[in-house]
């Protein structure tokens, strides 16, 4: 069975572009989040989509960034206009079970590393 | 507000040695979940363990081990005999009822041959 796949695995852009990020989440996982990591930081939570409804955005840093889920099974997060303390690895991470609990494990992708110049 | 830190930046070990990875975590929650992520230079996070609030049982699973601490707040993470492919970051985070985790910084592990 295939994890949680993400694409591109790298993608280097300058300042001010647009770049779209792909998440494939396991098959049959309602639960699909995303987080990131700047250089040098913690891994911090993105948002949580629960098939296509986004549940908890609470982390998504301002308004150039844009998560989607249309039809509850690929996300996408696009940034625009990228800045450069947008560099870092984005993660993409799918769960089994009912959102309100642990019922499942967490799956993480590979990431997608993104570096702005 | 939920805040995990792992202290350590990086360690290195010789191999065959064993090596205590440092996690203390704070949280107001009576429930919460605690967990240890490996990310190897492939990049994916790798489960290894979840543990609840209420099980303060330590855990063994072949060369590894965890000591949860509620009195200080500490879940610790222990590699016996290490090898080589252990080399990695090691995360430790921290959640309450959905999988919105506090992450550490993480821990460099390097073992040489």
Known sequence: EAGVTQFPSHSVIEKGQTVTLRCDPISGHDNLYWYRRVMGKEIKFLLHFVKESKQDESGMPNNRFLAERTGGTYSTLKVQPAELEDSGVYFCASSQGDYRGLTGELFFGEGSRLTVL | ?113
Do not use: H
């Open chain 2, 1 to 113: 507000a939920q805040k995990v830190t792992q202290a350590q930046t990086e360690i290195s070990v010789v191999e065959k040695e064993d090596v205590t990875l440092d996690c203390v975590y704070e949280t107001r929650d009576t429930t919460y979940y605690l967990f240890w992520y490996k990310q190897p230079p492939s990049g994916e996070l790798v489960f290894l363990i979840r543990r609840n609030s209420f099980d303060e049982q330590n855990e063994i699973s072949g060369r590894y081990s965890w000591n949860f601490q509620k009195s200080t707040s500490s879940f610790n993470f222990t590699i016996t005999a290490s090898q080589v492919v252990d080399s990695a970051v090691y995360f430790c985070a921290l959640c309450r009822s959905n999988y919105k985790l506090t992450f550490g910084k993480g821990t460099l592990l390097t073992v040489n041959p």
